[in-house]
């Protein structure tokens, strides 16, 4: 009868009668393998590989009949490795020794499976099955009663003590920790936060180095603080006695404040409603300077003398206030000495009350009227308020010549409605004797229109000796936006002629002003 190999080592089980004459090498061997089981192998797997078989040999030396096994190699994803034959029924201790931080996930069949992350290790039940064959954590449900760690314990899911623990190192706990009681006799070192769902309480001292949040706080006994209370939200109290410092970097809502000594503020202090002082704001450091309060005054105090003052009805500053004669309704910067200087805004000298008057020795000396524009010396006529000035450039345009337009200019100046003008003309070709000599473009029309009323602006300069035997005589007149050429003939006194003399070239300066 011919040997087997059935068991979980697969070791060579001899048939009576077999192996006659050597059944000691046999057996020999069947003793290394035994011994090998008990031992130590490694098995590597091809780089990169995503699946790979480890089959325990017939009878011959295999890393992977050992008891505890680890597995090598570079991964760069997880790698299922299935562990034959599939009857096997045995414990074993596997390593994930690969580098790349990938998982190794043991299989048997097509049962249970046990992923082992890279760099840890676990041990394995393989359930023989066959085709269905299961590989179990032997320590998923690990019942010890008296477990001695020596270095770092790490648990992932729930750890369930029912008796007591007895640690001596660190316990890093990266999940949720329910503890129905706990006993500390030293001391408790905390990195982050502590939550606490039920109630806390203290025999003795609470050393907190870093931050304590605090959703409600009930103190039936005192606090003694040696440093500082750093409130965030709202601190509630029926009475609180401070003896040191309270450093406040938020927002604090007091109802009511009594307080029977100084107040030293470093920064600014914000009162979003009413502030109500008896007397006077003194400053702490110049007890001569001071804001006073009086019947419907507001007085503003240097040197103990008042340069400022407020009173109902008027608002005016002066060096010794006196409140002007009829200045009610109006608000002052008076300086009261014998100049008796002031600017105000009201009707005293006018019936203007939106004017802005500035007074010297009691008289209006120029006013900025409600409707806009400045009059002078108490004039409250509309009509002579000077309203507007402007300064600025125009193009000056020319019929029927050519002109240099790169050496043309305009120039004007308006005061009210008065508009003075004045432009250069370089004239390069004017051969049309009889044609109409006209400039447009002025900054503002005329305001005559009919020819009755326009006015001339006369030529103050040019290029005489081209312009003509009338040239000397020739002038401009106002129609709407155009400057008409004109000149008075020599026969006829003050008949306008339109005409412009032949000639080549010349030069115009006009200048002048009219009525906008």
């Not at 300069?461 to 936006?481: E, K, L, P, V």
């Amino acid at each position: 009868m011919a040997s087997t190999y059935v068991n979980d080592l697969r070791l060579n089980e001899m048939a009576t009668g077999d192996a006659s004459g050597t059944w000691g090498t046999t057996t020999n061997t069947n003793l290394e393998l035994i011994g090998e089981a008990l031992g130590y192998g490694t098995e590597g797997i091809t780089t990169n590989a995503d699946t790979h078989t480890s089959t325990i040999a017939d009878g011959a030396t295999d890393p992977v009949r050992a008891m505890y096994v680890k597995y090598t190699g570079t991964l760069d994803s997880a790698c299922t490795i299935t562990i034959a034959p599939n009857t096997v029924n045995r414990m074993q201790f596997i390593e994930n020794g690969t580098s790349g931080s990938q998982n190794i996930i043991i299989s048997q069949g097509s049962g249970a499976n046990i992923t082992i992350p890279a760099g840890d290790t676990k041990a394995v039940y393989l359930d023989g099955a066959g085709s269905g064959a299961a590989v179990v954590d032997a320590f998923a449900s690990l019942n010890v009663v008296d477990l001695k760690v020596q270095d770092d314990l790490t648990v992932t899911d729930d750890l369930i003590v029912n008796g007591d623990i007895d640690l001596e190192g660190a316990i890093d706990v990266n999940g949720t920790a329910n503890l129905d009681v706990v006993d500390i006799d030293g001391a408790v070192d905390m990195a982050t936060t502590l939550a606490v769902a039920g109630n806390v309480d203290f025999n003795g001292d609470l050393d907190v180095d870093g931050t304590t949040n605090l959703d409600v706080v009930d103190i039936d006994g005192a606090v003694d603080m040696a440093s500082t209370l750093a409130v965030a939200g709202v601190l509630t109290g029926a009475s609180l006695d401070i003896s040191g410092d309270i450093d406040i970097d938020g927002t604090s809502n007091l109802d009511v404040v009594d307080i029977d000594g100084a107040v030293d503020m470093a920064s600014t202090l914000a009162v979003a409603g009413d502030m109500s002082i008896a007397a006077n704001i003194i400053h702490t450091g110049d007890t001569d300077t001071s804001i006073g309060f009086d019947t419907n005054t507001i007085n503003f105090t240097t040197g103990n003398v008042v340069g400022m003052s407020m009173l109902s009805g008027v608002n005016y500053m002066a060096g010794t206030p006196t409140e002007p004669s009829g200045s009610a309704e109006r608000s002052y910067i008076y300086h009261n000495n014998a100049s008796n200087t002031s600017l105000h805004i009201g009707n005293q000298h006018g019936a203007d009350a939106a004017a802005i008057h500035f007074e010297t020795r009691n008289t209006v000396r120029a006013s900025i009227m409600g409707a806009g524009g400045l009059t002078f010396n108490g004039d409250t006529a509309a009509a002579n308020a000077l309203d507007d000035y402007e300064e600025g450039s125009w193009t000056p345009v020319c019929d029927n010549v050519t002109t240099n337009s790169s050496s043309m200019y305009g120039i004007y100046t308006k005061i009210g409605n008065i508009c003075h003008v004045h432009c250069k003309i370089d004239v390069t070709v004017a051969s049309l004797p009889g044609a109409q000599f006209n400039i447009s473009g002025l900054p503002f029309a005329a305001k005559e229109s009919s020819d009755a009323q326009q006015r001339a602006i006369l030529v103050v300069g040019g290029d005489m000796a081209n312009m003509g035997s009338n040239g000397t005589h020739m002038q401009f007149r106002t129609n709407g936006s155009v400057l008409q050429g004109v000149w008075i003939n020599s026969g006829a006194t003050n008949t306008w002629t339109y005409n412009l003399q032949d000639s080549t070239s010349f030069q115009v300066h006009v200048h002048g002003f009219y009525t906008v």
